[in-house]
């Protein structure tokens, strides 16, 4: 049984960190890309970063600088740190992997068949 936990949510002033964590279970996810998204209280899930199977990483507009993913393989765990963290980052993110073997990087949710239940991040001005 395929399963992704998060972890690492929390209430932050503007300016502050996070470290969210995406622990995977019941499948090689080495081999997939992995991603996060987002999604904010009467919005639609958007895109936020992606990370290959191959260790290459793309990045929404709005997280390049201040956001960074990374993989350990080993532990089968997808990590996003976040830093300068503002108002509009207040979210539920979730952590998911897409559907592709060795697959291209992609922004659609739609393109991941696993998701994790999320966690909140709440960022307060």
């Known amino acids: 049984q395929v399963q992704l936990v998060e972890s690492g949510g929390g209430s932050v002033q503007a300016g502050g960190s996070l470290r969210l964590s995406c622990a995977a279970h019941?499948?090689?996810?080495?081999?997939?890309?992995m991603g996060w998204f987002r999604q904010a209280p009467g919005k639609e899930r958007e895109f936020v970063a992606a990370i290959g199977w191959n260790g290459a990483t793309i990045y929404t507009d709005s997280a390049k600088g201040r956001f960074t993913i990374s993989r350990d393989n080993a532990e089968n765990t997808v990590y996003l740190n976040m830093n300068s963290l503002k108002p509009e980052d207040t979210a539920v993110f979730y952590c998911?992997?897409?559907?592709?073997?060795?697959?291209?990087?992609?922004?659609?949710?739609?393109?991941?068949?696993?998701w994790g239940q999320g966690t909140q991040v709440t960022v307060s001005s």
């Open positions: 019941g499948r090689t996810f080495s081999r997939y890309t």
């Open positions: 998911a992997s897409d559907a592709n073997l060795f697959g291209l990087m992609r922004r659609s949710p739609s393109d991941y068949n696993y």
